[in-house]
């Protein structure tokens, strides 16, 4: 019997749509599990390199298959009502061109514009005033041109940075600018500062009060989240989740010292942690700092709060006994109160927006952790933090002397600046930018 004489089931295009993505899913099952297993063959390191390379290469097919999917949809809209490209984009569009070597045609097709568009703008580089066609992003104004290339620099290198985070890095230069002045031209976003409002915490006898931290090691934060090994978790079968464990995320635990918002711990699981690992893993914070908080705050999983709410019932959980024994009180976020746990929590997406989002999650253990280890050392020692006035958690921990402002520092007297940028240990993802006053 050949294939083609055998009667198709009812309904068959809609067993087809269907059956595309479970199979989708179920490649990217596959993927997951190789990766994972990759070490314990003998050549792992062969092994685990060629699964990275295909790693890779998916990734980048997945994004080619994205950027056709979006250039189909522009190309079905008429030409004459496509949005215009601002002047600074149509000099970001030259400037790619000749980075890859385009002529007219091919920068054309890749932008969905014509092959006119480009020789205008190529004719309109030498011309100068508010009606070019191709400007520079930042107009040339009463501050000196190394502050309109660094802003435009950081912003377009590190798309995550707004105008607040650019303006911190001249800050601890000791140049005060605004941060409407840096990002005047860069795309306001309205990002919710959970560090503003001193937590709200419920006390073991429901009694809400606030507290706030003063002096390190006061209070600390604490809290896990799950990271994927790759993207998200959604499958399209029932229930539409993959296990959140490993080899389909790590689980991660972070000890925040309140008042520094320095990380004085953390810890990597393969799966949910328990209570006894939890404990585990603060003994080891307070071995580090040698000492211990005053206060804990956390949320009510089952890690912190045991299964019954009554006060007789908890004596036994591990967290509990250790914490009495210690005698560091135990506190709870309030549920549904804004900024409770709220510090930890904003960290916990720091990590992923800023270092598990950017890189390629490893599928090794130890190599997470050394990754994780890289993170939050630079996040403690070299990242300003908007709430500690420009400064770094560690600066603020040991009390460093405050940053002093450069006197002069407005309009056209402003004094010279050199600046440097490199990466700490060789990841592209955590940059070092120095502002220095030329010698």
């Known amino acids: 019997m050949k294939a083609t004489d055998i009667p198709m089931p009812e309904k068959w295009s809609d067993l087809v749509r269907k059956s595309m993505l479970h199979i989708a899913g179920l490649v990217r099952w596959n993927m997951i599990s190789v990766h994972a297993n990759s070490d314990g063959l003998e050549n792992a390191f062969e092994v685990r390199h060629a699964s990275e390379v295909q790693r890779q290469t998916n ?7 994205q950027i056709r999917i979006m250039q189909t949809r522009m190309d079905k809209i008429p030409a004459k009502n ?4 601002s002047p600074p984009e149509r000099l970001a569009i030259l400037k790619l061109k000749a980075a890859r070597g385009w002529n007219h045609k091919q920068t054309a097709d890749a932008f969905r514009i014509s092959e006119e568009t480009i020789s205008s703008c190529m004719r309109e580089l030498d011309i100068e005033g508010e009606s070019s066609l191709v400007q520079t992003p930042v107009p040339v104004n009463k501050y000196p041109e190394f502050v309109e290339y660094v802003t435009q620099w950081l912003k ?3 798309p995550l940075y707004g105008k607040k985070k650019i303006a911190e890095h001249f800050v601890r230069a000791g140049l005060f600018l605004s941060a409407s002045t840096i990002g005047r031209r860069l795309k306001e976003r309205s990002v919710i500062n959970p560090d503003d409002p001193p937590p709200i915490i419920e006390t073991d006898d429901s009694e809400k009060r606030s507290i706030i931290s003063r002096e390190p090691n006061h209070i600390w934060g604490v809290d896990f989240t799950a990271v994927p090994t790759m993207s998200g978790f959604w499958t399209s079968w029932s229930p539409n989740a993959l296990p959140q464990q490993f080899p389909f995320c790590y689980w991660v635990f972070i000890i925040i010292d309140h008042f520094s918002r320095k990380v004085v711990g ?18 080891m914070a307070c071995k580090r700092i040698k000492g211990k908080p005053g206060h804990i705050i956390s949320d009510k999983g089952s890690q912190f709060f045991p299964s019954t709410a009554k006060p007789e019932n908890r004596k036994d959980h591990p967290y509990h006994k250790w914490c009495k024994r210690m005698k560091i009180q135990t506190r709870f976020g309030a549920v549904g109160k804004y900024g409770s746990i709220a510090i930890v929590e904003r960290f916990n997406r720091t990590l992923k927006d800023e270092c598990t989002r950017k890189i390629f999650v490893p599928f090794c253990f130890e190599k997470m952790r050394e990754e994780l280890a890289i993170f939050i050392t630079w996040y403690n020692e070299l990242r300003p933090h908007s709430y500690l006035d420009a400064r770094t958690p560690e600066e603020v921990y040991v009390d460093a002397p405050p ?7 407005s309009n056209s007297d402003l004094p010279e600046f050199s600046v440097r940028i490199s990466y700490f240990e060789g990841r592209k993802h955590l940059p070092i930018v120095e502002i220095k006053k030329a010698a």
Do not use: G
């Open 59 to 65: 990734e980048l097919t997945l994004c080619n298959e």
């Open 82 to 85: 496509r949005p215009y490209y």
């Open 156 to 158: 377009s290198t590190y």
């Open 266 to 283: 953390f810890s990597l699981f393969n799966k949910p942690p328990s209570a006894k690992e939890i404990v585990d893993a603060l003994k």
């Open 403 to 409: 940053i002093e402002q450069v006197e002069s520092a």
